[in-house]
C-alpha cells in the first residue's frame, strides 16, 4: 500500500465533536471509505480513521478522532482534544437541540485545544431537506459552516479539506508554530528514506523545506 | 451434526427470519459480534450453534453435569464453587448457557422475587431524556431483527426506571442485545440489572469514573505482566481508556468473535471483573506479542491500530481463554493493583480539593 514510511509530509490531528446520532462516525466513514453506512454503530469511547490528503500540492495524512457523543461520555473524551489541529463540530439539520448544544461543544473545543485550532461547524443530513429544524442562514450566523449529507456525500470531502487548508495556510503564514507542543500538526521529510537502512529513526523535523 | 441453538424461544421467534435477508449489511464493515453471530442462522433461520469443536458425546456429559448441578445450585456454589469454576471456564454447553447465565448471576433470584416488576417499569414512562437516547440507538443496536428492536427498547426503558440516577447509556446496548439473543426479554432484564449494580457498578453511570478506574488497574497490570509493552505503551502515552473503554464496557461483545463473546461471558459470569482484566491482557499481548511489532509502531496511531484491529483468527475462544488462565497474575495481584490505584485516586482528589483551598486562603489573606 504505502510506498514508504513517510509518503506525506504533514500529520494534522482532527477530532470530531457533537451530540449523539448526529451522524460523527457517519462522516468519518464516508470520508475515509467514501462510502455510506446506514445503521453505524454508536461510539464508545473513541474511534479513530486516516487518509491522506494533498494541499498545495503537499501530502498531508489526517488522523481523525471520532468521539463518543454521549454526555456521560464527555468526562473521558475531553481528554482527546489535546494537541488537534482541526475539530469538526457537527450537529444534525433536522434536530435542533443538536444545534442548541453547539454553544456548549464550542466552549470545550476552545477551552481544551489550542488558539490555533481550526473549528469547522458541520450541519449533517442535508438529504433530509423535508425535515429541516434548523435553517442554513441561522447557522450561518452562529460560524462559517458547512451543510453536508454522510449519506449522499455531498461535501463531505470539502468539510475535511477545508479544515485542513486552513491549517496549512495557518503554517504557511507562520501563525501555526509547528515547534510548539500541541499545535496538533506534526513535520514528517517528504521524501522516503533508503529502504533498506532501517536502522534510521525519524529525527524531528525542524526546519521547513 | 449441529445443534440448534440453546432457546426454543429464540428459534420460535426468530423462525419467519428475515436475517439473512439484510445479509447485506454485514458485509458492510458493520461492527460487532452480534452481528456475525445472527449470521450463523441456516437457510431456515435456524441458528446453527457452531460451538467450537467440542464432540457431541462430550457436549452431552457436559450437559448432564450442568442439569445436575442446577438441581442443587446452592450447594454447589457455597461447597463446590471451585468445580463450577471449572466448569465456566471449559464453556456452558449451548442449550444451557441461558439458564447458567441467569444461575450464575443471580438474576433467576431478582426475577422470582420481583414479581411484576418488570412490566410495572413498562406501563411507566420513564425519563424523556433517556428514553429519546433509546429511541435513537434501536435502530444502529438492533438493526437485524423488529423482534430485537421492540424488545431492546423495552429492556433498556425499564433499567433507566428501575435505576433513574444511572439512566441509559450507550454501552448497555450491545450487553443488552447478547442477552436478548438468549433469552426473553424481562429475564434479560434482570440479567441486565446483575450487571451493572453487582458486577460492573458505576461503569454506566455519568463520569464513567469506575471504567477509568479500571484502565488505571489494567496498566498497572500490563506492568507486571508485559514490563516492555507497558513501557512502550507509556512512552506513546496510549491511555488505556483508548483501546480498553469499549472492551470492558461492553464485555468484548464488539472486539471478539462471536463464540469468543460467549466462552468469556460464561466465565465473566461465574468469576466477575477479572475475567475482563485477564482477557484484556492476552489482547493486548496478542495484539503487540514482541519488540519487532512494536517498533512497526512509532506513534500512538499505528500502536492502537494494532490493538482494535487484530485478526479474528487470533481471538479463537480455546486460545484465548487458555491463554488468559496461564497469565503470571493472581487474583491477589489484580485486588492488590485495584487498592493502589484506589489510594491513588483518592490522594490525588485530595490535591486537587486542598489546592483552591489554599489559594483561596491566599485571597482572603
Not at chain 1, 489541529?85 to 477551552?111: E, K, P
Not at chain 1, 443530513?125 to 456525500?153: H, I, M, P, W
Not at chain 2, 490522594?347 to 483552591?356: L, V
Request: glycine share 6%; aromatic share 10%; net charge positive.
Amino acid at each position: 500500500m504505502a510506498a514508504g514510511p513517510y509518503n506525506y509530509s504533514y500529520i494534522f490531528k482532527y477530532i470530531i465533536i457533537g451530540d449523539m446520532g448526529v451522524g460523527k462516525s457517519c462522516l468519518l466513514h464516508q470520508f475515509t471509505e467514501k462510502k455510506f453506512m446506514a445503521d453505524c454503530p454508536h461510539t464508545i469511547g473513541v474511534e479513530f480513521g486516516t487518509r491522506i490528503i494533498e494541499v498545495s500540492g503537499q501530502k498531508i495524512k489526517l488522523q481523525i478522532w471520532d468521539t463518543a457523543g454521549q454526555e456521560r461520555f464527555r468526562a473521558v473524551t475531553r481528554s482527546y482534544y489535546r494537541g488537534a489541529a482541526g475539530a469538526l463540530m457537527v450537529y444534525d439539520i433536522t434536530r435542533r437541540s443538536t444545534y442548541n448544544h453547539l454553544s456548549s461543544w464550542l466552549t470545550d473545543a476552545r477551552n481544551l485545544t489550542n488558539p490555533n485550532t481550526v473549528i469547522f461547524l458541520i450541519g449533517n443530513k442535508s438529504d433530509l431537506e423535508a425535515q429541516r429544524d434548523v435553517t442554513y442562514e441561522e447557522a450561518k450566523q452562529f460560524a462559517d459552516e458547512n451543510e453536508c449529507s454522510a449519506k449522499t456525500g455531498d461535501n463531505v470531502e470539502d468539510a475535511f479539506l477545508d479544515t485542513a487548508k486552513k491549517i496549512y495556510q495557518n503554517i504557511q503564514d507562520g501563525s501555526l508554530d509547528l515547534n510548539a507542543a500541541e499545535s496538533g500538526v506534526q513535520h514528517k521529510p517528504a521524501t522516503p528514506r533508503n529502504p533498506l537502512n532501517t536502522d534510521q529513526t525519524p529525527s524531528k523535523e525542524g526546519c521547513a523545506c | 451434526m449441529f445443534l440448534v441453538s440453546n432457546t426454543g424461544f429464540l428459534n420460535a421467534h426468530l423462525l419467519p427470519g428475515g436475517c439473512l435477508k439484510r445479509e447485506s449489511h454485514l458485509s458492510n464493515g458493520f461492527k460487532g459480534s452480534v452481528v456475525a453471530w445472527l449470521s450463523l442462522a441456516d437457510s431456515r433461520g435456524i441458528f446453527i450453534n457452531r460451538d467450537g469443536n467440542v464432540p457431541v458425546e462430550k457436549l452431552r456429559q457436559r450437559e448432564m453435569k450442568w442439569l445436575d448441578m442446577f438441581e442443587n445450585w446452592e450447594k454447589w456454589m457455597s461447597k463446590r464453587f471451585k468445580k463450577v469454576k471449572e466448569r465456566c471456564r471449559k464453556g456452558i454447553p449451548p442449550s444451557l448457557r441461558s439458564r447458567a447465565w441467569q444461575y450464575l448471576c443471580g438474576s433467576k433470584f431478582l426475577m422470582d422475587h420481583n414479581t411484576g416488576r418488570y412490566e410495572e417499569y413498562l406501563r411507566q414512562k420513564g425519563d424523556p431524556r433517556w428514553i429519546e437516547d433509546i429511541k435513537k440507538d434501536l435502530h444502529r443496536q438492533f438493526p437485524l431483527h423488529e423482534m430485537f428492536q421492540a424488545r431492546g427498547g423495552t429492556g433498556t426503558h425499564a433499567y433507566t426506571i428501575h435505576n433513574p440516577h444511572e439512566g441509559y447509556c450507550q454501552a448497555q446496548g450491545p450487553i443488552a442485545a447478547v442477552l436478548l439473543m438468549h433469552m426473553p426479554a424481562e429475564q434479560a432484564f434482570w440479567c441486565l440489572v446483575s450487571i451493572c449494580e453487582k458486577y460492573l457498578p458505576g461503569y454506566y453511570s455519568p463520569g464513567l469514573e469506575a471504567v477509568q478506574l479500571d484502565g488505571d488497574v489494567l496498566f498497572g497490570l500490563l506492568k507486571r505482566s508485559s514490563p516492555s509493552i507497558y513501557k512502550h505503551l507509556k512512552k506513546q502515552r496510549v491511555e488505556p481508556m483508548l483501546y480498553m473503554t469499549e472492551w470492558f464496557m461492553c464485555i468484548f461483545s464488539r472486539t471478539l468473535p462471536w463464540t469468543s463473546v460467549l466462552r468469556v461471558w460464561d466465565m465473566f459470569f461465574c468469576e466477575g471483573v477479572k475475567v475482563l482484566f485477564r482477557i484484556a491482557i492476552v489482547i493486548v499481548r496478542i495484539g503487540l506479542p514482541d519488540s519487532s511489532v512494536l517498533a512497526q509502531c512509532p506513534s500512538m496511531y499505528e500502536t492502537i491500530d494494532k490493538l482494535r484491529h487484530i485478526p479474528s483468527h487470533l481471538l479463537e475462544e480455546g486460545f484465548l481463554s487458555t491463554e488468559s488462565l496461564r497469565l503470571n497474575i493472581t487474583e491477589r495481584d489484580m485486588e492488590k493493583e485495584h487498592q493502589k490505584q484506589v489510594q491513588k485516586r483518592k490522594a490525588e482528589r485530595e490535591a486537587k480539593s486542598k489546592g483552591p483551598k489554599k489559594t483561596k486562603n491566599k485571597i482572603k489573606s
